[in-house]
């Protein structure tokens, strides 16, 4: 069973930097597409950013679109969330997540296997 672990979380201020980690345990598929959601306490799971197998191709939310660059090493089977000028509203848990597909994906039903979470707090 692969096993996804996610790091860098924190607590941070507004206008800070983060960088986030998930490993996962060994590769997970042939060739596999992988994203960052969050969840905020009382709300649903959302969409964060992916990259696509070949790492040649992101797509990210509106809400942080340039703020975050999400990136991946593949001979360490491992993703990456760069996070800045991070604002309150980007408190959540994070989740990484691997897909079925090897493309771009938006949509929680794409990815099939999740990590635990790790946390980030952004104080005003």
């Known amino acids: 069973q692969v096993q996804l672990v996610e790091s860098g979380g924190g607590l941070v201020q507004a206008g800070d930097s983060l960088k986030l980690s998930c490993a996962a345990s060994r590769r997970a598929s042939s060739t596999y597409a992988m994203g960052w959601f969050r969840q905020a306490p009382g709300k649903e799971r959302l969409f964060v950013a992916s990259i696509n197998w070949l790492g040649s191709g992101t797509r990210y939310a509106v809400s942080v679109e340039g703020r975050f660059t999400i990136s991946r090493d593949n001979a360490k089977n491992t993703v990456f969330l760069q996070m800045t000028n991070l604002e309150p509203d980007d408190t959540a848990i994070y989740y990484c997540?691997?897909?079925?597909?090897?493309?771009?994906?938006?949509?929680?039903?794409?990815?099939?296997?999740w990590g635990q979470g790790t946390q980030v707090t952004v104080s005003s």
């Open positions: 997540a691997v897909a079925a597909g090897a493309g771009l994906y938006d949509d929680v039903g794409s990815f099939f296997l």
